[in-house]
């Protein structure tokens, strides 16, 4: 064999020396190619954890679609024998799902919309305006994310009480619309350190234009901070979505002194067994008590009922996918 730029005989140990090289650069790599050892080790690692969390989702798709004989058959596992849409039927009826999602709706999206705004407000503030104590103000607000919400809980019961809002919107959206909705510190930070990112100058050429503060505000800092109002009204939509203790107590049967209370999707899952009770005692007037003690919802009934609350949330983010990761991209909420 002959070299074939210098066309000399080419010696044994100096084809091992080439064929080591060749191999050392596809398994290692160099500095501008990864070798197949590194990228085995990154595919291995994503599938990994893509099944960590795929698999309770998994779990759920497949439990929500079993038949009672394929639940009481151990051999059944991934794969059901049959499909049975029935379990999806008596989860639909017994959350009242449409009455539930327009309750949830309400009680996510309005507290959203109004924490963006009053975060988006508060931020600009702080960013663009020097007054006394703003250091120790936005301290403060820092502070209030690390205090524990349940600290909050009864002093927040008793003058939601003396001002009549229990088991009303205002319980969620006046909090919300002063700045003081959950986790509004968070999306303080977020505005805040967007508008001390974007340049002063835009400001200054606005104001020597005859812009007010309120216009520089409304055609300025806001068509700017697309990127931070997405990430603030996802998460906050996300983080009322699911919540459930504090609705209950500010907004349940207790609350409002009569069964007819607001119920996100949340909450009623949350209730599930009891309602399937009453539910089952609906469709068989005949039954004893001591049957109807007995009869609990099984595994594919309780899955389906989680699927279904959880559905809305994950088309929304299905839909708003690219939007939110380009956000997420531009605010820096990574932290790099």
């Not at 050429?205 to 812009?211: E, P």
């Not at 003690?293 to 809305?312: C, D, F, G, W």
């Amino acid at each position: 064999m002959r070299d074939e730029m210098t066309n000399r005989p080419v010696s044994r140990e100096e084809k091992l020396n080439r064929f080591a090289w060749k191999a050392r650069r596809i398994f290692l790599g160099n500095r501008r190619q990864s070798g197949l050892l590194f990228q085995a080790f990154v595919y291995a690692m994503l599938i990994s954890l893509g099944f960590v969390y795929l698999y309770p989702l998994l779990y759920m798709v497949v439990t929500s679609v079993k038949s009672l004989p394929d639940l009481l058959d151990v051999s059944v596992n991934w794969v059901p024998t049959a499909l049975s849409g029935d379990n999806f039927k008596q989860a639909y009826e017994v959350l009242n799902f449409w009455d539930a999602l327009w309750d949830t709706i309400q009680i996510s999206v309005l507290p959203a919309i109004c924490q963006t705004i009053a975060c988006a407000l508060t931020g600009y503030a702080f960013a663009r305006y020097r007054f006394p104590f703003r250091k120790l103000a936005f301290a403060l607000v820092l502070v209030t994310f690390i205090l524990p919400p349940y600290v909050l809980m009864v002093p927040k019961y008793t003058m939601f009480s003396d001002y009549k809002l229990l088991g009303k919107l205002g319980t969620l959206v006046l909090p919300a619309g002063l700045g003081q909705g959950m986790n509004s510190a968070i999306f303080i930070l977020i505005f805040a350190q967007f508008f001390r990112q974007t340049p002063l100058s835009l400001d200054e050429a606005a104001r020597v234009d005859g812009a007010g503060e309120s216009r520089i505000f409304v055609e300025i800092a806001i068509p700017l901070s697309i990127p931070a109002i997405v990430v603030s009204f996802l998460f906050s939509l996300v983080w009322y979505w699911n919540e459930t203790y504090f609705l209950s107590l500010y907004l349940g049967s207790s609350a409002m002194g009569k069964a007819d209370a607001m119920a996100s999707l949340l909450v009623q899952l949350s209730r599930f067994e009891q309602s399937y009770l009453g539910y089952m005692q609906s469709l068989s007037q005949s039954w004893s008590a001591a049957h109807l003690s007995e009869t609990v919802a099984n595994e594919a009934i309780r899955m389906a009922a989680t699927l279904i609350a959880i559905v809305p949330l994950l088309l929304v983010y299905l839909v708003l996918q690219k939007q939110f990761v380009q956000s997420i991209d531009r605010t820096g909420i990574t932290g790099e």
